[in-house]
C-alpha cells in the first residue's frame, strides 16, 4: 500500500501557470478515472478541487484542472493566485483491497 | 448544507482504547459510503477507512487492520472508529469525510485530535 508520489514542493508567481504530478502505478491512477485533488491551508480542513480526473465541484474556480496520462495525473493551477498557496494532495481510488490511497502532498508556493 | 462534526478525541496511553464520533446532518447519511482519514501533526493525509451505506462493505489501510473497526448508525446518523491497541503512530487529526462515488471525498468534518502517549 505505497502512497502515490508527489513533488515535495512547487512555485509559480502571480498569473504563471504551475502542474502538479501525482504518479501512482497500474494498479490505481492507471486503471481508474478517479483521481481527486485536495487544498488544505495551514490549520484548516482539505477542501475538493478535482473529482474523477478531471471535474471541478461548484463554486472551484476554473482555473484549476486536472488531467491524466497513463499512472500519472496532473492538477494545473493557471493564473496563480497569492490565495493558491497551500498544500495540495491527490488521491485515487486503489480497488477493493486498498479502497484508496493518498499522495504525499506538495506545497504550492507563490512568489 | 452538509455537516459533519467529529468528537471524542482525547489523549490516551499506548495500547489504550478511543472511540471516535461523526454526527452528520444535511444530507441523507444512509446513501453514502462514509470514510475516516486522518493526519498526523505536520504530515500528510492517511486513508484510515471506508464504510458502505448499509455496512456491510468495510475497508481500511492495513498499519490498522486488526486494531480499527469503522461502523455506522444510519438511524441517528452516525459514523465511529473504535481504536484499539493505539500505538504512538495513530496520533493524529482523525477526519470525518463523506464519500462519493470514486473514492471522492466532497465534505470534510472539523476533525477530532487523537494523541497516544505515555
Known amino acids: 500500500q505505497s502512497a502515490l508520489t508527489q513533488p515535495p514542493s512547487a512555485s509559480g508567481s502571480p498569473g504563471q501557470s504551475v502542474t502538479i504530478s501525482c504518479t501512482g502505478t497500474s494498479s490505481d491512477v492507471g486503471t481508474y478515472n478517479y483521481v481527486s485533488w485536495y487544498q488544505q491551508h495551514p490549520g484548516k480542513v482539505p477542501k475538493l478541487m478535482i473529482y474523477?480526473?478531471?471535474k471541478r465541484p461548484s463554486g472551484v474556480p476554473d482555473r484549476f484542472s486536472g488531467s491524466k496520462s497513463g499512472n500519472t495525473a496532473s492538477l494545473t493551477v493557471s493564473g496563480l493566485q497569492a490565495e493558491d498557496e497551500a498544500d495540495y494532495y491527490c488521491?485515487?481510488?486503489?480497488?477493493?483491497?486498498?479502497?484508496?490511497?493518498f499522495g504525499g502532498g506538495t506545497k504550492l508556493i507563490v512568489l | 448544507e452538509v455537516q459533519l462534526m467529529e468528537s471524542g478525541g482525547a489523549l490516551v496511553q499506548p495500547g489504550g482504547s478511543l472511540r471516535v464520533s461523526c454526527a452528520a446532518s444535511?444530507?441523507?447519511?444512509?446513501?453514502?459510503?462514509m470514510s475516516w482519514v486522518r493526519q498526523a501533526p505536520g504530515k500528510g493525509l492517511e486513508w484510515v477507512a471506508t464504510i458502505k451505506q448499509d455496512a456491510t462493505e468495510e475497508y481500511c489501510v492495513d498499519s490498522v487492520k486488526g486494531r480499527f473497526t469503522i461502523s455506522r448508525d444510519n438511524a441517528k446518523n452516525s459514523l465511529f472508529l473504535q481504536m484499539n491497541s493505539l500505538r504512538a503512530e495513530d496520533t493524529a487529526v482523525y477526519y470525518c469525510?463523506?464519500?462519493?462515488?470514486?473514492?471522492?471525498?466532497?465534505?470534510w468534518g472539523q476533525g477530532t485530535l487523537v494523541t497516544v502517549s505515555s
Open positions: 444535511g444530507f441523507t447519511f444512509s446513501s453514502y459510503w
Open positions: 469525510a463523506r464519500l462519493r462515488p470514486g473514492a471522492t471525498l466532497d465534505s
Open positions: 488521491a485515487s481510488y486503489a480497488g477493493n483491497n486498498f479502497f484508496a490511497l
Open positions: 474523477e480526473v478531471t
